[in-house]
């Protein structure tokens, strides 16, 4: 079975700060890796895709990522967040056929204060 | 280009009535998917279409049917409702199932 961790369900931090959100995934099969994020009663945002290719990944918005087969984990990262990143981040995985569903993680909590 | 839309945003029904929930793709995408998110969680997966065809099915009842149209817009139904059925219900549209975009959702709260 497939299965996304994402292993902190709040991070605060002040603005300007670097912040780094966490995910893991379980899976015996190859893999595309996503975050999205959502904010509130809003849907849900691509912020940014691994499909294939070079392990690190930009997205929109200054964030960006990295997929680490070997560590199974595909850390989300921004070097300097704003008051306007206070949102919900999701990391999902999708099986690499194309047609399949969309599997979440629990969601991380990003609250950015002055 | 617009993005996917969503209709109603809000809906506010009673337990055991029926409600559709409706979708239009982007213009150009053909896979439209249907998620169920509860308050606090992750989206969970219902149904995926791809040129009017069933291509997935989530761990959700027999209450749950959705379908695609001609046109790629989709509709999700639910029959009997639930207490439980309360969720945040969302859309989303690819070209061919994987980079699914979503729209803003439809709230339904069961009473």
């Known amino acids: 079975a497939q299965s996304v961790t994402q292993l902190d369900s709040q991070v605060p931090v002040f603005e300007e700060a670097p912040v780094e959100l966490r995910c893991n995934y379980s899976s015996s099969v190859s893999v595309y890796l996503f975050w999205y994020v959502q904010y509130p009663n809003q849907g849900l945002q691509l912020l940014l895709k691994y499909l294939s290719g070079s392990t690190l990944v930009k997205g929109i918005n200054g964030f960006e990522a990295e997929f680490n087969k070997s560590q199974t984990s595909f850390h989300l990262r921004k070097p300097s967040v704003h008051i306007s990143d206070t949102a919900e981040y999701f990391c999902a995985l999708q099986n690499d056929q194309a047609g399949t569903a969309l599997i979440f993680g629990k969601g991380t909590t990003l609250s950015v204060s002055s | 280009d617009a993005g996917v839309t969503q209709s109603p945003t809000h809906l506010i029904k009673t337990r055991g009535q029926h409600v559709t929930l409706r979708c239009s793709p982007i213009?150009?995408?053909?896979?439209v998917s249907w998620y169920q998110q509860v308050l606090g969680q992750g989206p969970q997966f219902i149904f995926q279409?791809?040129?009017?065809?069933?291509?997935g099915r989530g761990n959700f009842p027999d209450r749950f049917s959705a379908r695609q149209f001609p046109n790629y817009s989709s509709e999700l139904n639910v029959n009997a409702l639930l207490l439980g059925d309360s969720a945040l219900y969302l859309c989303a549209s690819s070209r061919q199932g994987y980079e699914q975009y979503f729209g803003p959702g439809t709230r339904l709260t069961v009473t």
């Open positions: 279409y791809y040129e009017k065809e069933e291509r």
């Open positions: 213009s150009g995408h053909k896979s």
